[in-house]
């Protein structure tokens, strides 16, 4: 498989609502989702419309004194 179309495949894991979990069943985790924003960085212009999902998803998950939970 190349790289691309093992990005693809990443990007098209993605949840509806941004993010992603450690598996597709589960809600969004940061780990995850920090990771699979690493991996996308490469190619980050075609992948801008998962990636700012994946932004507005983490951002959602800042809890009101600036942390984020396990």
Do not use: K, N
């Not at 990005?7 to 995850?32: C, F, K, N, V």
């Amino acid at each position: 498989m190349t790289l691309d179309a093992l990005l693809d495949a990443l990007a098209q894991r993605a949840l509806p609502t941004g993010g992603w979990g450690y598996r597709p069943d589960q809600p969004i985790h940061i780990e995850p989702t920090c990771m699979a924003l690493l991996a996308l960085s490469r190619q980050a212009e075609r992948f801008s419309t998962v990636m700012q999902a994946a932004w507005a998803a983490l951002a959602a998950q800042r809890q009101a004194d600036g942390s984020y939970r396990l």
